[in-house]
Structure formats: C-alpha cells, structure tokens
C-alpha cells in the first residue's frame, strides 16, 4: 500500500489539475453516475469538535475510497490547526487497499479547488478583487484557487485573528508565493466586502460574516465553510437574492445552514436551491447570465471530490516513483 505525505500531495495534483478534477466529479455527480452517502458526523460537544466520515465511488474514475476528517475549533489554543484528516483509497476491482494520504491538506486544496470551478463558471470575466474571508488552511486554497481562474490583482484577506492572518501570509508565501505582493490583510470585513468582485468564505461562524447591503450586484460569492444547521456564514437575505448553486442539493439542504435558515424563514422555496455545479459544467443549467447578477455558490464538501483527486494523486505517484511503500501483511 502506498503512503504519501503532504508534501508529496501538494507535488503530485497542481492547483489547476485538482480545478479541472473538480468539474469533472461534479459533472459525474449531477448525473447519478457516483455513489456518496450523506456523510456519518460524531459530534464532540463538550471538545468543540466534530469528526466526520466520507465515503464515495466515482466509476468514470476509477476511484474508490473514504475520508475521515476532524475539525476541532480549539485547536489554534493548541498551536494545531482546526482541521486534521485521512484519506484512504480502495481498489475498485478487488477492494484491497491502494493507498493511505494526508487529507488534511487533500482537503484544503479539493475546496479550493471547487471554488475556483465555481468561480470559473459563474464569476465575472474581468472580476479582479477578491475577498476571503477565514483565514485558515481553507482560505489559502480558496485565494490560490480563485487567483488561477481569474485575473486576481487585489486579494484582501479578512480574519478576527491577527496571527492567523499572519499565518496566511506565511503559507502562501511558502506554497504559492507569485500571490504574495497581491495580499492586504484587514479585520474590516465591511470594507473588502464593498470592494470585491468576488468573496469567499471558510469559517465555521454562527452568525453571518458580513452584510448583504455590503454585496455589490455583479459579485459572486464561494461559500464552503459552515457545514452544519447551526453554523450560518451568509446574509439570508444575500442568499435569497442571489442566483444560487450548490454542489450537491440533497446534501446542502440537509446540511448546509445558509440554505436552511432562509428556508426556514420563508424568504426562499426549495426550488431556489435545484442548480447544481456539475449542470453548469455539463450545460444542463446556465451559469451567470449578466453582468449584474449576483452569483452564489454553496458547498458543504462531497467525498467525490476527496477520492477522485486522491486517485489522481496515486495515478501520478506511481509514474513519478514518489510515496513509501508499506505491507499491511
């Protein structure tokens, strides 16, 4: 069985090959062509914490396998980051195990990857501001991806936390450090809100991280870090007016709390939330179609994304001699 570390992941599967992974999953997903339950989540209350498990098979691909994610929101108390995680593939043919990885950062960067799709099919041509919001491993892939779809010369990142702004600095200036002389740091969500083209957001918040009469018409907006009822990144009244896709409607709506709070609110029907990405990928439902509609797209994660860019990063491990070799026998 193969392992493969963080290093060797981020190596194997460039940001534009992990965007150009995620239409395709996405595309397969729309179509029924995949098998992902519902994810499994243990909820540790009294740790701030939440351990989820992802299953999913993409045949197109050829990818089978399982997540198992953490995201513990005391860590940084710590000096650990907030979210930790595995993932495993499977053979498809024989079920013998193929390969174990790091998921932590498979994680960031498949997130980000989805973004950067979403804003590729849905963002304005010439959207040149972007404003990401949470400063964690989430949105540092999420600039990185945005920056590789679109002619980004403004990038504000926004956070409550000084260090972790820092931190975000650091990390693209190790990872991808062409970004760099584009970054301004600020704690004025307000502020990067009203001077974005495009806004992402990676935050595990219980209350919306900006106003909807900050959102200029035209912007579109990436939304991937609340993944719980309880947790709400978004304005309902933003989600409401915009033009919304999801990644996959089943699970937003049974997961995602920015869907569900308008929902609840009766501000929206369920006929709001019936777009998904891999449609505007295939053609079967349009993307933007003005230069004034605000666009939102709404992702709670789906473990296709996780095994189909694992496999990608096996497939190129094996040509490349990379990864470490261990008998389970």
């Not at 498990?53 to 399982?66: H, I, K, Q, T």
């Not at 995201?71 to 053979?91: T, W, Y």
């Not at 989805?114 to 919001?133: E, F, K, N, Q």
């Not at 409550?160 to 740091?185: C, H, K």
Request: net charge negative.
């Amino acid at each position: 069985m193969l392992v493969l570390n963080r290093s060797e992941v981020r190596d194997l599967v460039p940001m534009p090959d992990a965007i150009a992974l995620m239409k395709t999953a996405f595309a397969e997903l729309s179509a029924g062509r995949t098998i992902s339950p519902l994810r499994t989540v243990v909820s540790l209350a009294d740790r701030e914490g939440d351990a989820l498990f992802m299953p999913a098979y993409v045949p197109a691909m050829n990818a089978l396998g399982l997540k198992a994610v953490s995201v513990f929101r005391r860590n940084p108390e710590r000096g650990l980051p907030v979210i930790h995680a595995i993932v495993a593939l499977s053979d498809p043919e024989t079920g013998q195990p193929l390969a174990i990885m790091d998921g932590t950062y498979l994680t960031a960067l498949r997130t980000g990857a989805v973004s950067g799709a979403a804003a590729d099919l849905l963002a304005r041509p010439d959207s040149s501001v972007l404003a990401a919001i949470g400063a964690g491993a989430q949105g540092v892939t999420q600039i990185a991806a945005v920056c590789a779809v679109r002619p980004i010369a403004r990038v504000i990142a926004v956070d409550v936390s000084e260090p972790a702004l820092e931190r975000l600095r650091q990390l693209l200036r190790n990872d991808w450090p062409d970004i760099e002389s584009r970054l301004e740091t600020t704690m004025d969500a307000a502020a990067a809100v009203r001077a974005a083209d495009i806004i992402c957001t990676a935050t595990t918040s219980h209350t919306p991280v900006f106003r909807d009469e900050d959102v200029r018409p035209g912007t579109h907006i990436s939304a991937v870090g609340a993944y719980t009822p309880e947790m709400q990144e978004l304005p309902a009244e933003t989600v409401a007016r915009a033009t919304v896709v999801v990644d996959a409607v089943e699970a937003a709506l049974a997961e995602a709390g920015d869907l569900i709070v308008p929902l609840q609110r009766g501000m929206v029907s369920r006929e709001h939330f019936t777009r998904e990405l891999g449609m505007v990928v295939s053609g079967s439902a349009p993307g933007r179609t003005s230069p004034e509609e605000l666009t939102l797209f709404k992702s709670v994660g789906n473990a296709v994304q996780d095994v189909v860019v694992a496999k990608r990063a096996v497939e190129q491990a094996r040509e490349r001699g990379m990864g470490t070799e261990i008998d389970l026998t």
